[in-house]
């Protein structure tokens, strides 16, 4: 699948923005999706999970009763609802679909596919 994200920006401390990502090409309905995101000087870390059926999600414990990822497989989209964002919040955030399951869900190298990437800045 091809991957693209839209929807970052730069917000204040508190902020909420949405991020999208669509997907083309088949088969995006069977594909767990996954976002994660790469601060400056950082490894790229693991951030919200859904299953293929959006049926389960997981989320990191920095981002857990703040984010929400959604799915839509009608329209071949991911989203991922960002309230009381905080400066440690700023990085680039990438969508990835995958086509493993769902025990790897936090794990970069089990993902097939990546968006180019959309900035999010959260100034204090």
């Known amino acids: 699948a091809q991957l693209v994200e839209n929807g970052g920006g730069v917000v204040h401390t508190g902020a909420s923005l949405t991020l999208s990502c669509a997907a083309s090409g088949r088969g995006f309905g069977s594909y767990m999706m996954g976002w994660f995101r790469q601060a400056p000087g950082k490894e790229r870390e693991f951030v919200a999970a859904?299953?293929?059926?959006?049926?389960?999600?997981d989320y990191a414990d920095s981002v857990k009763d703040r984010y929400t990822i959604s799915r839509d497989n009608a329209r071949n989209t991911v989203l991922l609802k960002m309230n009381g964002l905080k400066p440690e919040d700023t990085a680039v955030y990438y969508c990835a679909a995958s086509s493993a399951a769902w025990v790897r869900r936090r794990e970069l190298r089990m993902y097939d596919d990546w968006g180019q990437g959309t900035q999010v800045t959260v100034s204090s």
């Open positions: 859904m299953s293929w059926s959006g049926g389960v999600s």
